[in-house]
C-alpha cells in the first residue's frame, strides 16, 4: 500500500488556499433555507467580477445558529489591506490582522452584494455577530472543524490535522495504552447511557474472537435533536478517524456506521469520505503502511426509532426487522454475528482523535468530576437562538437557556426545558441551576440523553408535552414486548382522557402504576425509558395535571373481566355488545 | 404520456439493474434491507411481485421479507402519489405549532393525515423530526423543505394542487 | 458440565451453569409462570411475564433469557412481580378481544388460565379491541387474529422445527400482525406444509381447527412436546 505522508498534504492544502474565504454552511438545516442557491450565487459572482485569484467560496459544515440560515463565514487574511467594508464590532479579529464576519439568511441577492464587498461596495446583508453571548458563551472541540473544514474533501481535514490521531496510534501506542488513555480522559458515551468509553473498550479488548465489529450508532431519532446529523454533514472524516483508533485497539479490521435513513446528506458525505480515505490508503488495508487493515461499510436505516437501540440496532444491520432482545449477553460478548461487537455514538467517536492528539489530562481538563469534556447540544422550542450549541459539561442550564439561547420570545417566560428527547424528562426553570452533566440530571429524574434540549414557555401544556412523547414512543414501539406495546397505547389513552377533562382522580393513579410498570418490566430502553416524560412532568408540574381532573364519577363502568367460563355467558355477551359500542 | 411500452421497458431495465446490485451484494441474506433500498429507488415503491423477487434471489422465506418490509416506515408498499406534503412533528415543530399546520390543510383539504386522495393525486402525511430544528416548523412540499412555515402560507401553496376539489371554506 | 448453586425463593437449589432460569427453576419442581415460552422453541422473550427479581440487580430480568450464575438470589413471586404479570394480563386482555365465553379455546387456553392464576377480577384499562380479520382459507385450519397476542409461538414452531418459515410478523407496535407468506391469505401461502405445527403451539383461540365450535378447540400439546423430544433426545413415545 502506498505510504502517505499527512504533513505533505497539509502543506499543499494550506499553500493552495486564496486569501479570502468565503464559508457557505451546506448542513441540511441551512440547505432546507436555501444555501445551495447562495452556494452558486457566490461562485458566479466571483467569477463575473474576476476575484478568483483572491476569493474562494466553499461548501463547509453547521456553524450552529441555525434559525438564521443560510448562514456565510467571510474569511479576511489581511483585514487592513482588503477593500471589503469592516465594522469592527461585528468581526473577530484575530491573528496577523485575520478577520470573520458572519452573514444571516444569506439568499441569492445579499450574496452578490457580499462578492460586490471585495470591489469595497457597501454590503447590503444581514450581519450576525460572533461576538454576541450566543457564540462567546460556547467551546469548539467537537464541532472545532464544522464551519472551517470543507466535509466533501478529505485534504481540508487532513489541514487541520486530520488522522494525524490514526497516525499517532499506528506508530507510537500499543493497543492497551490506546485503552489506557481513552479510560484516562473519562470520556463517557454520548449516546444517552453514558457508559465509560474505555471500560467498554476494554471488555471488547479482552473478549478474544478471530473477528470483532466497530459500530457507530449514528440512528439519531430523538425529535428535536440533530447533533449526530450536524457532525457527519459537517465533518465526517472525525468519526471515521475515531472509529479506526478504536478499531486498532480492540483487534478488529471491519466496522459498520448504521445511519438513519432520513438522513440522505449525511450518508452522501459519509460515502464520500470513506471513498476518499480509501483511497488514500488512510482506511483499507495496510493503513499508513503498518499491518494494521480496517473497512468500513454504511448501513442506511429505514425509518424505525427502536433501532437506536444496541441490539435492534444489530438486528437491522444484519437485515432483520429491528427488533431489540434481552441483554445479557451484551454486544461486547455477542454481538454482531454472535462476534464481540463495539457500539458507540457518532460525538463519542467524534472526541477520540482529538484526545489522542492533545492527551487524556486536556480532555478531563474540561468538565465535572464525573462528566468529562464537552456535549454538542440542540437548543430547539421557544427560544429566541435556536441551533446547535458546545459547551463543557457541567455548564447550568440558565446559561444554554437564558445566555446562550437569549430565553423566551417576546412577551413569553420559559417553563422548563426537556431534556433526552423521549426517554427523558422536563426540568422546570426554578432549577435551571443545575449544572447539565449525566448525574445531575439522573438525580432530576431526566437524563441528559444523546442532547436534545427544548425550550418550553407558558404557551405549552406540560400534559400535551408527556401526551406528545408518548405518542411518539407509541408509533415507534417495535411490538415485541407487551408492555411497551400496550402500555403506550393505555398510557396515551389515559393522557388523552385528562386532557379531554373526562378523567378522575382514579385515572390519574392508574396512569402512575401503569408508568411505573412500563418502566420496570419492557425489554428494551424504548420502553423502559417511554414513562419518563410523563413521570417527570407529574413530578414537577401535577397541578397542571390535577387542574383537568374532573370530581369522582361513582357511577362509572368498570370493565367486569372477559374470561368467565360458560355459565356466566349472557353476562359476557352483554358487556361484549357493550364493549363493541364504546 | 408514456406509452405502455416504454414502461415495460423500463421495468425490464430496472430489474436487470436490480439483479445485478444483488449480485454485488454477494446474494447475501444480510443486505436484504439494502436490497429494499435499491429496489425502492428503482421502482418507486416495494410491489409484491419485487418483494417474491427479493425473496427468491436472496433466498429467503416470503414472510420475513414482507416483515421487514413493513417494520420500516421508510419503505412504501403503495405506488407514491404525485403529489406529497409532508408536515414535521418531531418536538421542535411540535412546539412551535406543527399540528396547528396539519390541522389547517386538514380541514382545508379534507383529506386525513396519512391518507392519499382518491385519484392518489395528492398524500398528506406527517412525520416525527426532519430535523432542521432551527428552522421549525418544517413543511416538505413535493420534496422542497419550507421552513418557518404559517398556515396561511401553506394553503397558499397547496391551492393549485386542490384546483378539482370544491372549495370547502 | 460444572454445577452452580443458588436459590429461588429462599430455595437452594443446584443447576448446570449454562442454563437458563427457567429451566433451572423446572429442573427442581419451582413453576415460573410463562406465556410467550414454550419446550424445544427458542426463548422469545416478549411477553415479560417471566421477569424475575435478583437480589443486587435493580433490573428484572426474563427468566427465559437470563442464565443461573453462582450464588445468585432469585425471587419469583414478590409482591411486585405478581402485580405487574397481573397488569400485563390485563394489558393483553384490553388490548384484543379475548372474550373467552364465546372463543373456541375456552377453558383450553393458556391466557384464560393465566388471567384467573393472576387472579385478574376486573381489568383497569380501556378495551380497545379493534375489529381484526379472520382467515378461514386454509382447508384446515383458521387465524382469528382477535384472538392473537403475539407470543410469535407459531413463527418460532414454523422456523424452528417444521423448517417452512410460513409464519412471520409484519408491521409493528400496536399494528404488528402475524402473516402468511407475502401477507397473503393462509389458504394461499405456498411454502405451507399443512403440518399443524402452529395449531400445536398457539395458546389462545388464535389458531384453530375448523369445525371446532366454542371450546371445543384443543391444543395438542403433547404432539409437539413429542417431536421435540424426537428432533432434540432422539427418543420416542416419551
Known amino acids: 500500500m502506498l505510504k502517505i505522508d499527512l504533513e505533505e498534504i497539509a502543506s499543499k492544502e494550506i499553500a493552495a488556499r486564496k486569501p479570502n474565504r468565503i464559508h457557505c454552511c451546506t448542513a441540511a438545516g441551512c440547505l432546507s433555507a436555501g444555501a445551495e442557491e447562495g452556494f452558486e450565487q457566490f461562485q458566479k459572482e466571483v467569477d463575473r467580477l474576476g476575484l478568483t485569484d483572491t476569493v474562494q467560496v466553499a461548501k463547509v459544515g453547521c456553524m450552529r445558529l441555525c434559525c438564521q440560515g443560510p448562514l456565510v463565514k467571510v474569511q479576511i487574511a489581511d483585514s487592513t489591506n482588503s477593500p471589503f467594508p469592516i465594522e469592527d464590532k461585528h468581526g473577530t479579529i484575530q491573528n496577523n490582522n485575520q478577520i470573520e464576519i458572519l452573514f444571516h439568511q444569506v439568499h441569492a441577492e445579499s450574496a452578490k452584494s457580499i462578492v460586490a464587498g471585495f470591489t469595497g461596495q457597501k454590503v447590503e446583508a444581514v450581519r450576525g455577530d460572533f461576538q454576541s453571548p450566543f457564540f462567546q458563551n460556547q467551546v469548539s472541540v467537537i464541532l472545532d472543524n464544522s464551519g472551517n473544514v470543507e466535509p466533501e474533501r478529505i485534504e481540508s481535514y487532513i489541514a487541520a490535522k486530520g488522522y494525524k490521531g490514526l497516525y499517532q496510534v499506528l506508530h507510537h501506542f500499543s493497543l492497551d495504552e490506546v485503552i489506557h488513555e481513552i479510560t484516562r480522559s473519562g470520556l463517557r458515551g454520548r449516546g444517552g447511557a453514558a457508559y465509560p468509553t474505555g471500560i467498554k473498550w476494554g471488555t471488547v479488548a479482552k473478549n478474544k474472537s478471530e473477528k470483532k465489529y466497530v459500530v457507530c450508532n449514528a440512528d439519531e431519532g430523538d425529535p428535536g435533536a440533530f447533533m449526530n446529523r450536524s457532525l457527519l454533514e459537517s465533518d465526517p472524516h472525525r468519526v471515521l478517524e475515531g472509529m479506526a483508533i478504536a478499531g486498532y485497539a480492540l483487534g478488529s479490521s471491519q466496522g459498520y456506521i448504521y445511519v438513519r435513513g432520513e ?80 457500539l458507540n455514538n457518532v460525538e463519542t467517536y467524534g472526541n477520540i482523535a482529538a484526545i489522542i492528539r492533545n492527551g487524556s489530562d486536556w480532555f478531563a481538563g474540561m468538565g465535572t468530576q464525573t462528566s468529562k469534556g464537552t456535549k454538542v447540544f440542540c437548543l430547539t422550542g421557544n427560544v429566541v437562538n ?149 413521570l417527570s412532568t407529574l413530578k414537577y408540574f401535577r397541578s397542571e395535571y390535577e387542574s383537568l381532573l374532573k370530581e369522582s364519577d361513582s357511577t362509572q363502568r368498570i370493565n367486569l373481566p372477559l374470561l368467565c367460563s360458560s355459565a356466566q355467558m349472557g353476562n359476557q355477551e352483554q358487556l361484549s355488545a357493550e364493549t363493541k359500542g364504546s | 404520456m408514456e406509452s405502455k411500452e416504454t414502461k415495460l421497458h423500463q421495468e425490464v431495465s430496472s430489474l436487470a439493474i436490480l439483479e445485478s446490485e444483488i449480485r454485488k451484494l454477494q446474494y447475501r441474506q444480510d443486505a436484504l434491507i439494502e436490497v429494499l433500498h435499491i429496489a425502492q429507488n428503482l421502482f418507486s415503491y416495494l410491489s409484491k411481485e419485487t418483494l417474491r423477487y427479493v425473496a427468491k434471489q436472496l433466498k429467503l422465506p416470503y414472510s420475513k421479507v414482507q416483515g421487514v418490509a413493513t417494520f420500516y416506515h421508510l419503505f412504501r408498499l403503495q405506488p407514491p402519489a404525485e403529489h406529497t406534503c409532508i408536515v414535521c412533528t418531531g418536538t421542535a415543530c411540535y412546539v412551535k405549532g406543527a399540528y396547528r399546520l396539519l390541522e389547517t390543510v386538514e380541514s382545508w383539504s379534507g383529506l386525513q393525515e396519512g391518507h392519499i386522495s382518491e385519484d392518489s393525486k395528492i398524500s398528506l402525511r406527517s412525520v416525527r423530526c426532519l430535523e432542521p430544528c432551527g428552522i421549525a416548523p418544517v413543511v416538505v412540499i413535493d420534496g422542497k423543505v419550507r421552513g418557518h412555515e404559517t398556515p396561511e402560507k401553506l394553503l397558499q401553496e397547496l391551492k393549485g394542487w386542490f384546483v378539482n376539489v370544491k372549495d370547502r371554506s | 458440565m460444572s454445577v452452580v448453586t443458588l436459590t429461588i425463593n429462599q430455595q437452594m437449589i443446584t443447576a448446570n451453569a449454562g442454563d437458563t432460569i427457567l429451566q433451572a427453576a423446572k429442573d427442581a419442581g419451582i413453576k415460573i409462570p410463562t406465556l410467550c415460552y414454550l419446550d424445544g422453541l427458542s426463548a422469545h422473550g416478549g411477553c415479560r411475564i417471566c421477569l424475575v427479581e435478583i437480589a443486587g440487580s435493580t433490573k428484572l430480568q426474563p427468566a427465559c433469557f437470563m442464565k443461573v450464575a453462582e450464588g445468585m438470589q432469585i425471587n419469583t413471586e414478590t409482591h411486585k412481580l405478581k402485580e405487574y404479570r397481573k397488569m400485563i394480563v390485563e394489558l393483553l386482555f384490553a388490548e384484543g378481544n379475548h372474550t373467552c365465553s364465546i372463543c373456541v379455546a375456552n377453558n383450553h387456553c393458556e391466557l384464560q388460565a393465566m388471567a384467573m392464576a393472576v387472579e385478574m377480577d376486573h381489568d383497569r384499562f380501556d378495551y380497545i379491541h379493534p375489529p381484526k380479520e379472520i382467515d378461514i382459507s386454509h382447508q384446515r385450519f383458521g387465524i382469528d387474529h382477535n384472538r392473537c397476542i403475539l407470543c410469535t409461538r407459531c413463527v418460532r414452531v414454523c422456523d424452528e422445527i417444521e423448517g417452512a418459515h410460513t409464519w412471520d410478523v409484519a408491521g409493528r407496535g400496536g399494528l404488528a400482525k402475524v402473516i402468511a407468506d407475502l401477507d397473503q391469505p393462509w389458504g394461499e401461502a405456498d411454502s405451507c406444509t399443512s403440518c399443524g405445527k402452529c395449531f400445536m403451539a398457539c395458546p389462545t383461540g388464535a389458531i384453530f381447527q375448523k369445525g371446532d365450535s366454542v371450546a371445543q378447540t384443543e391444543h395438542p400439546r403433547n404432539k409437539l412436546e413429542s417431536l421435540v423430544m424426537a428432533k432434540d433426545k432422539k427418543q420416542w413415545h416419551v
Request: proline content about 7%.
Open chain 1, 386 to 534: 435556536t441551533g446547535l450549541v458546545e459547551v463543557p459539561l457541567g455548564t447550568p442550564i440558565h446559561k444554554i437557556v437564558y445566555d446562550i439561547g437569549g430565553g423566551a420570545v417576546e412577551g413569553n417566560t420559559i417553563k422548563a426545558v426537556q431534556t433526552g428527547g423521549p426517554s427523558g424528562g422536563c426540568i422546570p426553570a426554578e432549577m435551571f441551576d443545575v449544572p447539565v452533566d449525566y448525574d445531575s440530571l439522573a438525580k432530576l429524574g431526566s437524563i441528559l440523553g444523546s442532547g436534545g434540549m427544548i425550550a418550553l414557555d407558558n404557551t405549552n401544556r406540560m400534559v400535551d408535552v408527556a401526551r406528545f412523547f408518548m405518542q411518539f414512543c407509541m408509533d415507534e414501539s417495535c411490538g415485541k414486548c407487551i408492555p411497551c406495546r400496550a402500555g403506550t397505547v393505555q398510557i396515551h389513552r389515559l393522557l388523552r382522557k385528562i386532557l379531554a377533562g373526562s378523567a378522575d382522580h382514579a385515572d390519574l393513579d392508574r396512569l402512575e402504576q401503569l408508568c411505573v410498570m412500563v418502566k420496570d418490566t419492557s425489554l428494551c430502553g424504548l420502553g423502559q425509558s417511554a414513562p419518563n416524560p410523563t
Open chain 1, 263 to 342: 438522513y440522505p446528506l449525511a450518508v452522501q458525505r459519509l460515502q464520500i469520505a470513506i471513498t476518499q480515505a480509501n483511497r488514500l490508503g488512510i482506511l483499507g488495508t495496510r493503513i499508513f503502511g503498518t499491518p494494521f487493515d480496517f473497512r468500513i461499510d454504511l448501513r442506511t436505516g429505514a425509518g424505525a426509532f427502536v433501532c437506536g437501540e444496541e441490539t435492534a440496532l444489530m438486528a437491522s444491520i444484519m437485515g432483520q426487522r429491528g427488533t431489540p432482545t434481552p441483554r445479557p449477553p451484551y454486544p461486547a460478548e455477542h454481538g454482531l454475528w454472535g462476534m464481540p461487537t463495539l
